[in-house]
């Protein structure tokens, strides 16, 4: 039988930038986050950005405008289920978005 070993690695994340993307999630906004991460299965990212919201209905609306599917929401009991983005994906989404100073 073989082993698969993926190792992902999450970096640069302050407290309070994640305090504050809960919080944003909590009032029901969409909210972003982007921090350094390195994954064996996504050569040539690193980096990602997790999108969030509280409402689920407004979540899935909100990537249906950049194509993103409803499957694709990392569906978490503590209520901070969200979209994973990487790459070109992140990039386009974060710059309609304004986002971009998230990138740097």
Same mark, same amino acid.
Request: aromatic residues 12%; proline residues 2%; charged residues 30%.
């Given at each position: 039988m073989r082993i698969l070993a993926v190792i992902a690695m999450?970096?640069?994340i302050k407290r309070e930038d994640l305090n504050g993307w809960k919080r944003k999630i909590d009032d029901g906004e969409i909210a972003f986050l982007t921090h350094y991460w390195l994954d064996d @299965?996504?050569?040539g990212c690193t980096s990602v950005t997790k999108v969030g919201c509280?409402?689920?209905q407004k979540l899935k609306l909100w990537g249906e405008m950049y194509q993103l599917k409803p499957e694709w929401i990392?569906? @978490?009991k503590d209520g901070y289920s969200h979209f994973d983005l990487l790459g070109e994906k992140q990039i386009e989404v974060l710059k309609n978005e304004g986002y971009m100073n998230q990138i740097k």
């Amino acid at each position: 039988m073989r082993i698969l070993a993926v190792i992902a690695m999450a970096f640069g994340i302050k407290r309070e930038d994640l305090n504050g993307w809960k919080r944003k999630i909590d009032d029901g906004e969409i909210a972003f986050l982007t921090h350094y991460w390195l994954d064996d @299965r996504f050569p040539g990212c690193t980096s990602v950005t997790k999108v969030g919201c509280n409402d689920m209905q407004k979540l899935k609306l909100w990537g249906e405008m950049y194509q993103l599917k409803p499957e694709w929401i990392h569906k @978490r009991k503590d209520g901070y289920s969200h979209f994973d983005l990487l790459g070109e994906k992140q990039i386009e989404v974060l710059k309609n978005e304004g986002y971009m100073n998230q990138i740097k």
